[in-house]
């Protein structure tokens, strides 16, 4: 018989990475695998996560204490994606369990401490005797409350741990800690008739008049068949009065649970929507996969403005007609309020938004609801993904290409990778969509990984924005320094005289780390990997790191001379200082990390721009993203290549896709867009692929840099970080690692590069320096790892598939 779990505890720890045998005590037979449970650890009680069930020996074992829920919280195909998800990311089980749990530190345990059973008093105050009063005000107050906590104790004296520490070497109290299950759902109290409204309509004539609250509650109940605790509290009705009808036999009281629905609904009626051709392709190629519960996966390669919503919101309706259900990523919630409307407006109350505003009770009670099946979408950022829903069709990953997708910290997932393996156990479909696939997705799908599924055309064949590449090195031989070329300068004026509106993109990333000439357009990069060098305050040096080689700062360029070689850099204070002087009367709306740091400013500041009060939104990236504005005509791009400087062999793609989804903000209704490019870089592949509309030419640049310098997709990555509060032990930790791990590698397909500083090579007075391994055999180069157990040193840091190289 199988009466023994094995556990996995949910501790922030990677070092304790292997399941723990407890015995399943009579009471709660019935526990399976999956279920959530509180375990004694240590001297502590913690929540664990059952993942199988043994029949060992029970001898020596400890007790699950008690179960969290009353249902299994995991199902099978969720606990192997966490299983995958721990052998592909090298992390532990636990860390990779815990995605799938609302808040995921699940209890909390709270210290607490009693009298012992036998407790002593006449020996305690013996014991105390030589002791401080405050020794007694704290041993009293325990014996008296019984049990008391911490978290109250330390209010009573400086000094409760030494004293607490004192008690318990003298067995004067125990410890008690308490539990607190998190995320616990609401209940509500429920009042019915328990007679006939003909009965109770004479009650109420014959209670006395001065019995007004009761007459209240009755006549209330007349007219309604049952009444909820918030409609209780506005009748203004008591418990007491509550208590009296009941004992009289007159109404029933019951409490039910209630799970809060925090994203209120605005509910429009869809309205009935023609498809175009190419969404009815699009769709006829999806739908008989959802029919089947096959597993496929699908790139809807779709320009900007061709309608992919509509697409993801047809297949998901056809999911939720077999009564299955839908997984739904958006890349930021504060950025795609557009999308969310408009699946609320098809599908109401079926949805569930997850905001990373939610509280864990409330992302509890959303997840229960998908639980359940009483919601049958949650839409959301990655974190969404790990929803317990336990009938998944589809999963819909929307601009799959932004790198918000990969999670930064441990575990770092990419939820792209982890949404195929998940809808490959469940048998679903997925749709990644995009206007500017991720180059590996791309890739991916012409090697037959996913049915690429083309959109060329604009929703009314509305053309694409008419683009105008401003070649800012001729401006400045002309002598003109403004940040505001005159062809944008004129574009801008034109759309405030035809009362237009216009979007201006300051695309600021990678201010200031390279070294750009401004005469030539010249950035200086490394020799020997084609990869512009980072500029490093400290030593006032520039450097590779990809290879290392350090170099001064010129004091011209070296291309053409000029000494006009210098940090670049503008910020939107000042092109917002700019466009005043230029247009005084225009309104200008800012968005940047400034203005968005409350509570759903974007949300705000886009949608005072869509009802026009403003003629001009100015920003960083996030002005480029979602938002589907027809009045919106005109696009400038202030520095279209800044990030074409960073040392990372991304940033091409990064480039293009910025531009791309930039200019596709322009034109989007009835009246034809326009887009102005300023670039130091206009012959650069991605500016003319992006200025040109065209993903597949940009793609074939790309693709053949990829290959000929090995990086993803034809390698994978991974960058291992190594941090110490000591310079020279960094370095040395580093070298000694690389030379194990070239050791241990050696066999296996697979190259180091580095120990390099990282480009921010301190945090927080920590010291961080990488090595990037290249491999096309990771499941090899992984093992490895983890058979020299790299993942639980403290000092060490693992990125499989990393987006930030730097
Ligand atoms: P994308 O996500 O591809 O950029 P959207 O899904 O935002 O494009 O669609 C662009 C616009 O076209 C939206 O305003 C949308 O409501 C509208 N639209 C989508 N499909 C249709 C259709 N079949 N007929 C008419 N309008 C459509
Ligand atoms: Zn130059
Ligand atoms: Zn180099």
Redesign the pocket.
Known sequence: MSNIAQVIVNIPTRSIDKPFSYLIPPHLQGVDVGWRVLVPFGNRKVEGFVIALAAERPEGLKTILDVLDTYAWFNTNMIETAKWLSTYYLCSLGEALRLFVPGQSGIRTQKAYKAPDEADFEQAAVILENKPVEYSTVLSYIYNQGSATLTELVKLSENTNTILKFFLQHKLIVHSDTVNKRGKSNTTTIVNLAVGREVAALTEQQLPKTCLAQRRLLHALIDNNELTTAQLRDLNITPSTIKKLASQGLITIRTTQVFRNSYDTLCKSATK????EE?EHALKAIIPLICAQAHKSFLLH??????????YINAVAEARRLNRQAIVLVPEIALTS??IA?FQAAFGNDIVVMHSKLSVGERHDAWRRLQLGQAGIVIGARSALFAPVNNLGIIII?EEHEFTYKQEESPRYHAREVALIRAKLAGAVVIL?S?TPAVETYYQALNGKHTLLP?RK???NVPMPAVTVVDMRQELAQRRRSVISPPLQEMLAETLANKEQAVILLNRRGYSTFVLCRECGHVLKCRHCDISLVYHTSGNTLRCHYCQERHSIPDTCPECGSRYIRYFGTGTQKVEESLNLLFPTAKIIRMDQDTTSRKMAHDKILSAFANGSYDILLGTQMVAKGH?I?NVTAVGIISADTALNLPDFRAAEKTFALLTQAA?RAG?GAKAGRVVMQTYNPEHYAVQAGAAHNYQEFFESEITFRRQLNYPPFTHLLKITVQANDETIVHRNANLLASELAQILTGVDSSIVGPFPASINKIKDIFRVNILIKTTDLPNVTLKLTDVDIISRKDIIVDVDPINVL
């Open positions: 929507i023609t498809l175009t969404q779709g320009v900007t403005g061709s309608g992919k919503t509509q697409v557009q999308i408009r929307d969509g206007a959109m604009r929703i009314d589907d027809s596709g989007r």
